[in-house]
């Protein structure tokens, strides 16, 4: 079993920028990668970027290339997404999830943390 908690999301104008954590505890040695999702109201859940556990390989979706860093500290067991130049349709609540396959489906992920949120005014 993997827990993951999130911390860092808030109110932020557009143009902003907000930094995300993602603290893992418990079984972590099968973990493969790390994503970050996000979920606005009345849409799917989305991905938004992922990492390499062991290596720090950074994948990330279109809608946040350039704006976006996904890093992790190992020793901190801590995922982090640094999130600048926000926009509105940013909004939304941001799940980290653990998965022991390298894999972008949300499918594919069987931990998550609780969700935290984030909204960007324009």
């Known amino acids: 079993q993997v827990q993951l908690i999130e911390s860092g999301g808030g109110l932020v104008q557009a143009g902003g920028s907000l930094g995300l954590s993602c603290t893992t505890r418990?079984?972590?040695?099968?973990?493969?990668?790390i994503g970050w999702f996000r979920q606005a109201p009345g849409k799917e859940r989305e991905f938004v970027a992922a990492?390499?556990?062991?290596?720090?390989?950074?994948t990330y979706a279109d809608p946040v290339k350039g704006r976006f860093t996904i890093s992790r500290d190992n020793a901190k067991n801590t995922v982090y997404l640094q999130m600048n130049t926000l926009k509105p349709e940013d909004t939304a609540v941001y799940y980290c999830?653990?998965?022991?396959?390298?894999?972008?489906?949300?499918?594919?992920?069987?931990?998550w943390g609780q969700g935290t949120q984030v909204t960007v005014s324009s």
């Open positions: 999830a653990a998965s022991p396959r390298y894999i972008t489906s949300y499918a594919g992920y069987p931990y």
């Open positions: 990492i390499t556990w062991s290596g720090g390989i950074p």
């Open positions: 418990g079984r972590t040695s099968s973990t493969v990668f």
